[in-house]
């Protein structure tokens, strides 16, 4: 799913009811696969300003992931590989429209990747100095670069490496 228009809003309420709708399905399809899936990413975490789209991180025994995968293209999502980070794999999907827009990946319960994920949200979550000073970055780089979502990433960077240093990370 690309990304045309980089648009950053309040915290949604909504957000949470959009991730357990995606999170139901996903149950279905994977069943017992699926060790956890966990609402990541800045809707995850309550007053974030976000993208308003839903990322997840779906956990799995190492030894189940080509299932997992094989599972999810059952229900319309589309491996898209590991898409130059190790320790996730990405989807895109087709035949989702009653759901919210989403970025879904398939981790393996002992990725960095995942670790990276939760650590980052959990810290976000306790930490509402942190929430504001990320919140208002994103909205000053949605601002600046609405169209180029590698500088939005870039200008935003900072903040989140000040919070990768403080969990050791980095």
């Not at 690309?2 to 279905?28: H, S």
């Not at 799995?60 to 299932?67: A, C, G, M, R, T």
């Not at 999810?72 to 919210?100: P, T, V």
């Not at 930490?127 to 169209?147: C, N, Q």
Request: proline share 4%; hydrophobic share 35%.
């Amino acid at each position: 799913m690309a990304i045309r228009n980089i648009v950053v809003l309040p915290y949604d309420e909504k957000w949470k009811q959009a991730f357990g709708d995606i999170k139901k399905e996903i149950e279905e399809a994977l069943g017992k696969l699926a060790l956890s899936i966990e609402h990541v990413g800045s809707t995850s975490v309550e007053g974030l300003c976000a993208k308003p789209i839903i990322d997840i991180d779906v956990v799995v025994n190492p030894e189940d992931l080509e299932s997992a995968i094989k599972s999810l293209a059952e229900i319309g999502y589309i491996h898209k590989g590991n898409c130059g980070i190790e320790g996730r794999e990405a989807f895109d999907y087709s035949g989702k429209e009653h759901l919210m827009d989403h970025h879904l990946y398939v981790c393996p319960k002992d990725s960095r990747e995942l670790k990276r994920h939760i650590s980052f949200r959990d810290y976000l979550r306790t930490h509402p100095e942190a929430v504001k000073a990320y919140s208002e970055i994103k909205l000053e780089a949605a601002k600046l670069y609405p169209h180029d979502i590698d500088s939005y990433i870039n200008h935003k960077s900072k903040v989140i490496e000040k919070i990768y240093k403080e969990l050791g990370l980095i």
